[in-house]
């Protein structure tokens, strides 16, 4: 099992970045996937989860109407696009498969 984030970067407040996360070695489209986030300090917290089809979303109240999570299981992708950054959503961002398994995460970092 893989699970490979990409996307990460430095962006303005105001700013959007697309982040992605390539799964392999097991059958993606038959599993919940989620995203989450890791501040400096902080506990490592739910951001968004997507059901193994696609049709039911859920996402914490601090990211409601900013992220949005999708997933593409013809390309074993799932997506977290995010829009009008702040400098609280500077964090490591993670997904994580239904079953555990967690990728190496990305640096996301908001900042003038």
Avoid: H
């Avoid at 489209?29 to 917290?45: T, V």
């Avoid at 059901?51 to 992220?67: E, L």
């Avoid at 299981?73 to 977290?80: E, I, R």
């Amino acid at each position: 099992v893989q699970l490979v984030e990409s996307g990460g970067g430095l962006v303005q407040p105001g700013g959007s970045l697309r982040l992605s996360c390539a799964a392999s070695g097991f059958t993606f489209s038959s599993y919940y996937m989620s995203w989450y986030r890791q501040a400096p300090g902080k506990e490592r917290e739910l951001v968004a989860g997507i059901t193994s089809t696609g049709i039911s979303r859920n996402y914490a109240d601090s990211v409601k109407g900013r992220f949005t999570i999708s997933r593409d299981n013809a390309k074993n992708t799932v997506y977290l696009q995010m829009n009008s950054l702040k400098t609280e959503d500077t964090a490591v961002y993670y997904c994580k498969a239904a079953f555990g398994s967690w990728g190496q995460g990305t640096q996301v970092t908001v900042s003038s």
